[in-house]
């Protein structure tokens, strides 16, 4: 298991390593979005004292960082993806490169001036003039995926008075993103050849979540290997740590390969 803070509630959580339970919540997953996001740290993740977090109230930086963290525990610290450069007679590939804990200090809450915490669990209050908000949470999110007018939702969710006037609204936003942070961000790149610069853009949620599905997807060949060869149900195989279920499935190939 590891530990570490998170970073807009403060609460220590503890990991741990997925096992066949969430490698098929990933499989089997739809779509890797933000009630996949959910799930998976519903599953792996707990407060220090071991109990089970209420994910969907907690801000939306809590929630990726978590999954920053999971990715970091299963696959890595470092983060390596490429792109092809777009100058005009180019096309080499750029490599672009990160550190997940470099990324997450860069992207460290800081409290502005004139806000203070409100008495509600979560909410904060801006003196003048009087505004409490709270970060957009997991559950807001969920809640405004499908809706057209997702961004007036959304205030009125997290802002009162909802009416707040727009110059206000955009103080409030300002504040949110300080206290916040979005760890959607962009990534930049330089061509090896071409000296030219690209820019992409980086959803900490869905990359992890890709990454982590990408992984999952030998659950199936693995069960059935081992099933085959040991005769275990597949309960029983569900239940190995990742770890050791992989090893059991090389050992098997190893002795085929050789027989």
Request: hydrophobic share 40%; with cysteine; aromatic share 6%.
């Amino acid at each position: 298991m590891i530990g570490f803070r998170l970073p807009v509630s403060e609460l220590r959580v503890t990991l741990r390593q997925p096992g066949g339970a969430e490698d098929m919540l990933l499989a089997e997953a739809s779509d890797c979005d933000v009630g996949l996001a959910l799930a998976l740290a519903s599953a792996l993740a707990r407060s220090a004292q071991g109990e089970a977090i209420a994910w969907e109230a907690l801000p939306l930086t809590d929630l990726d960082a978590t999954l920053l963290r999971i990715r970091q525990m299963v696959i890595g610290d470092l983060v390596r993806t490429d792109i092809q450069c777009p100058a005009e007679g180019c096309g080499e590939r750029i490599d672009i490169a990160f550190r997940v804990t470099d990324y997450l200090a860069h992207h460290q809450p800081r409290k502005p001036r004139g806000i203070e915490r409100d008495h509600e669990p979560g909410w904060f209050r801006m003196t003048n003039p009087d505004v409490s908000f709270r970060p957009p949470s997991g559950a807001d999110q969920l809640a405004i995926a499908d809706e057209p007018e997702g961004v007036r939702l959304l205030a009125e969710r997290c802002i009162r008075p909802a009416d707040a006037p727009a110059r206000v609204r955009r103080r409030v936003e300002a504040a949110m993103e300080a206290l916040a942070p979005s760890l959607y961000g962009e990534l930049d790149g330089t061509c090896p050849v071409c000296a030219a610069t690209v820019r992409i853009p980086f959803d900490p949620q869905r990359y992890v979540l890709l990454e982590l599905r990408a992984q999952a997807t030998s659950l199936y060949e693995e069960v059935h290997l081992l099933a085959g060869h040991y005769k275990w149900s597949e309960q029983d195989i569900l239940a190995l740590p990742r770890l050791r279920r992989t090893r059991y499935a090389e050992l098997i190939h190893a002795e085929r390969s050789a027989g």
